[in-house]
């Protein structure tokens, strides 16, 4: 299988301001033709480094792409790095020079006499032309090796790659195409996972799977190769099967759908309206339902009642339902759903009222104490959690956790 690696360019990559994007979507293109990322690099502009970095890749991999450095100003050292790594000349293009120069004029300026470097081209390398910007990439075939220069600027790197890259490197790669999915699993821990569908994917060496955890759930990537996408697809389907045999309902996507994805595609289906009262989310599971297309569908109304006065007010929740049981409690999360629910005349009403902290926890109510509940016209029914983390992580994981209830029930 042809393999690759990732070089990403620019000291801005490496403080806390600037994420490399780049490297993820070159990783998805590179798979989807049969080509494994086997190395990513951030790298700084600092020559030494950069020039090690590049021999080293040119000794591992059959694909070296790099993203950024090719401006016109004095940290922009991608050029002249990648000649010196690759025993290359820089060479004045005449042609790529008019062309940055007609650029300029297009846009009613003058070129600045700085702007000449990005018209120097690596010896014996074709020029990709750039219409979103001045800085034209370069490919060169170099000892077997395919050596791809692109910009930094996604709006400039993509099309690039789109037109002139992709093509080519397909046809290296062969027949082999590789396809990835990923299973969303909610409710379990990742052993308790892997406890239970590791007697199944052990039996694969294609598909390979691996378990992650992030925030609130359990992520399991699949990849698959095959001479087509079909065949690999296929290999995936077979596997996937018997993970969501042994993980039943706790499965809650396929291919890496939001939890707020699923549930609106259910309530879309079904026809169901949805309206959801919350406290110590502060509005976190509305903005993630409407954050999905179309939303407005099925999502009718969300109402943050922080304070109790607010859920009495906006929820009809009684006050002394609030003073017998507590804000946070069971009793109180029922009476917001069914009150939200009443009050928007939808089918189902979802309410998540807890103590997100990092203050206000006792010995009988400790921070991470949420309760959630469910109301539809039949039956109201809540959850009791303890979850933990930092203020962030149990606002995050109890909208998760009441998507899920809600999901479930629809189900």
Partial sequence: ?????????????????????????????????????????????????????????????RVVITTGGLGPTEDDIT???AARALGRRLLLNEKVLEDIRAKFMRWGRKMPEINTRQA?????????????????GMYLEHEGRAVVLLPGPPREMRPMYENFINARLAAKAGDLRVVRRV???????????DERIAPVYTQYQNPQTTILFNRSEIEIHLTAQGKTEQEAELLLDGLAGQIEERLGESVFAFRGEMMEEVVGLRLAVNGFTLAVAESCTGGLIAERLTEVPGSSNYFKEGVVTYSN??????????????????????PVA????EGVRERAETDFGLAVTGIAGPDGGTEDKPVGLVYIALSDDAHTEHRKLLLPGDRQLIRWRASQAALDLLRRRLI
């Fill in 1 to 61: 299988m042809l393999t690759a690696e990732i070089i990403a360019i620019g000291s801005e990559l490496l403080t806390p301001f600037h994420a490399d994007t780049n490297s993820l979507w070159l990783t998805e293109k590179l798979n989807s033709v049969g080509i494994e990322v086997k190395l990513k690099t951030i790298v700084g502009d600092d020559d030494a480094r950069l020039e090690e970095t590049l021999r080293d890749a040119l000794r591992r991999s």
């Fill in 120 to 136: 120097m081209v690596i010896e014996g390398a074709e020029v990709l032309d750039n219409p979103n910007g001045t800085a034209p």
């Fill in 309 to 330: 006065e607010a859920k009495v007010r906006l929820l009809g929740v009684p006050a002394d339902l609030i003073g017998e049981y507590g804000a946070v409690s069971a």
């Fill in 183 to 193: 299973l969303r699993v909610v409710g379990l821990g990742e052993s308790a996972v």
């Fill in 79 to 81: 050029r002249k790095i």
């Fill in 334 to 337: 029922e009476a917001m759903a």
